[in-house]
């Protein structure tokens, strides 16, 4: 059984980190070959979406985990970064499924993300196989950056219906993501819900300019009192 991992939303400014852990056989192998995954981010949507579920017939297991903005913040506030918070979700993953062979797709080109997760794996007789850009090259990664993918974006519609305002793609390259953090730090000097990853630099400045404009807009109110 050869596992593939891989994550998504690593860089987004709201929204949940997700990571999907997607077994398959040999043959399994051969079919997601045979159906032409790709890494995710060379898919349209509507093409992931038509891809999902014809991948998850053929593997034998698929877990998604959703690691919530507010968790990632917790854990970095506390020294554990974003490296260390994938790799310890991914070995959560091994663990449960046990395969005979695993592919990650590696944020570093260096073996200190092997290494760390390798060091929480439990059963040692486990091949791993840490790659940076893994997905582009085993169609086991492919397919589970796809489900990965699939995942987040449903998770954000939901948030979209939830708050009736569109919030983009979520990440700092997004105008409409940036204009959702604006509005929302505007309305409520500088204030953001849990879905929106507060330790994140981007957040931070937006942040900061909306506090002084409230502290400034109250001052002015204590003047002309």
């Excluded at 898919?43 to 968790?71: D, F, Q, W």
Aim: charged fraction near 30%; aromatic fraction near 4%; hydrophobic fraction near 35%.
């Amino acid at each position: 059984m050869i596992l593939g991992l891989d994550e998504t939303g690593r860089g987004a400014v709201l929204g949940p980190l997700v990571i999907c852990g997607l077994a398959v056989d040999e043959k399994g192998q051969k079919k997601l070959k045979k159906l032409g995954v790709k890494d995710s981010k060379l898919l349209s949507p509507k093409k992931r979406e038509e891809l999902a579920p014809k991948i998850e017939k053929i593997a034998i297991h698929t877990v998604v985990m959703h690691i919530s903005s507010c968790k990632i913040d917790a854990n970095r506030r506390r020294g554990v970064n974003l490296n260390q918070i994938e790799a310890l979700t991914m070995a959560e993953i091994i663990n449960m499924v046990n395969p005979d062979k695993v592919i990650v797709d590696s944020p570093t080109i260096s073996d200190k993300f092997k290494n760390y997760l390798w060091s929480k794996i439990e059963n040692k007789k486990i091949k791993l196989i840490a790659e940076n850009y893994a997905d582009k090259n085993y169609p086991v990664v492919s397919a589970a950056s796809i489900i990965a993918k699939v995942s987040r974006d449903e998770k954000i519609r939901e948030l979209e219906k939830k708050i009736g305002e569109p919030l983009g793609v979520g990440y700092p390259h997004d105008s409409r993501t940036i204009e959702f953090l604006e509005k929302t730090a505007r309305e409520n000097n500088g204030k953001f819900p849990r879905y929106v990853r507060q330790t994140w630099d981007t957040v931070i400045q937006i942040k900061k300019k909306h506090e002084q404009k409230g502290i400034l807009g109250f001052l002015k109110k204590i003047v002309k009192t």
